[in-house]
């Protein structure tokens, strides 16, 4: 129904404003993305043009549709370690699921001391009775779920849940950055011929073929992926790189980027096996780059080795 709202309303240029689209597209950046993807591919199939408010009504619909389907991917696994008294188990349970619906998955019920250590392969274990589990994150808590007790297990699964932000970002260093796509370069200082360069480097390391550098430049005039006024991350209409990789350029003297004058760039190929991740591997780099301090450290970095420490640093 709204697609074709919005197809009629732009075929008499009726468009109508939207103030969240740049909140959409800062805060939520790969569903954005996905809206742009859309957009452009309504727009040939229906000879149409479509402005970015419209886009972000689109990235509202889109959204909830991908919030929906990847929650069950971030719960915090959860095993349950009690003695089964006056059905205490069965008590906890129902709060933790009125509580944490949307966070945890209780993975198992265990009454008395683990047996094996199969069963220990979970993000939290939350105990009435006193354990200490190598390297896992146990928390003592007492059979009648008080207020102490739900303070605790929300200050612990906020400790979960950032833990594994952090692990999936460093991940996300080792994985995909590498020195040989890594540039320090002043003379580089216009958006096409960043672009264009940038491009080049990543079909000559061998993950992209000549047509990704248009398709960069086409996503581009969909929609700027410059973000804060402080750097950029462009990339392709297509997933279908070799490898997913990002190269990237600094130029402290700056880049003229539409209307904004930036110093970094971080050009992403993303491999169509790696789709699922991209929405990570695209939110996390933001995620680490939103504060403009930190960026300015990783302008400062003098090589690879360098830029790689400041982002890690920057992630803790």
Known sequence: MHVDALIKRAKYHQYVSNATTETIKFSCPFIYDVAVYLAKELEEAFAITIPEEEIGFLSIHIGFGIESSTKEHNRVRVLLICEDYHQSAQTIIKYL???YAD???ISNVIFGVPANNDELDVDLILSTIPLYILHKRVLLISPFYTDMDRSMIEEAI???LKERKIEQEHDLLTRYFDEHLFFHRTDLTEK???IRFLGQQIVSFGIAQPEFIDS???REEMSSTCFFETFAIPHAMELNAKKTMFCVLINENGIHWDQHQIKIVLMIAVKQQDRLEFMKIYNSIIHVLWNQSKVAKLIQAQD???FI???KADMR
């Open 97 to 99: 699921k009125k509580d």
């Open 103 to 105: 966070v945890i998955e």
């Open 158 to 160: 906020s400790a979960c």
């Open 192 to 194: 096409e011929e960043v």
């Open 216 to 218: 960069v430049l086409k």
């Open 304 to 306: 690879y080795q360098d």
């Open 309 to 311: 420490k400041c982002l």
